[in-house]
């Protein structure tokens, strides 16, 4: 979803998202990922979350579902970057993190769910999943792309089935870009250790 988009604003998309400062998010998210273990940035955009990840030492596998964007990032990161959407994706059980910023947020609410779980089996026990999206309760379609928006309760509903869900942490950021005001819901999914 919002495929034709990306690919038609694949540079001015990847010019303004990929100097963002995002380092309070990494930190909430990486204390939890032991140095060196693998990271899975789906639908890694600009690639710049991937090239922090791999700049701090950790093995890095992203997707992006826009050839124009995977294309950019696997140029940003120096390594391939897979073209799939979530529906696609069947990766084994090999990360210790997953990173979703702001990219389920283009899955369709009843699609969610099936798209959470492909990512949850491919988390190794012990790892933790972050995600971000828009704060709200709808769905719509703006400029060309789709958006699911998410509350803690709705947020819940999407993941509250997944096996071995041991602890859900939730916050509210403002957007990290100064232009933009949005409010974000961002969220740690924790699977059970072995």
């Known amino acids: 979803m ?11 998309f990847f010019q303004e998202t990929v100097a963002v400062d995002m380092q309070p998010l990494y930190e909430r ?13 789906a639908g890694c955009g ?14 890095v596998h992203a997707f992006d579902a826009s050839t124009a964007l995977a294309a950019k990032a696997s140029d940003l990161l120096g390594q391939p970057v897979e073209v799939q959407r979530f529906q696609e994706f ?11 910023c702001a990219s389920l947020l283009h ?7 099936d798209a959470f779980s492909k990512l949850w089996q491919a ?13 709200g309760d709808s769905e719509r379609c703006k400029d060309g792309r789709h958006f699911t928006d998410a ?3 709705r947020f819940g509903q999407w993941t509250g089935d997944l096996p071995a869900l041991s602890q859900s942490i939730y916050w509210i950021t403002e957007d990290r870009r ?14 059970a250790g072995v």
């Open 29 to 41: 998210f990486l204390q939890y990922v032991p140095q060196g273990q693998p990271i899975l940035d």
């Open 107 to 113: 899955v369709a609410e009843t699609d969610l769910p």
């Open 178 to 191: 100064p232009e933009r005001t949005e409010q974000w819901l961002n969220a740690l999914l924790f699977k």
């Open 90 to 100: 069947a990766g084994g059980t090999e990360y210790a993190g997953i990173w979703a």
């Open 123 to 135: 988390l190794l026990a012990g790892g933790v999943l972050y995600c971000s999206f828009k704060y």
């Open 46 to 59: 600009s690639g710049r979350d991937a090239l922090a990840f791999k700049r701090l030492g950790y093995p």
């Open 2 to 12: 919002g495929g034709c988009f990306y690919e038609e604003q694949a540079e001015p």
């Open 151 to 153: 509350n803690e309760a």
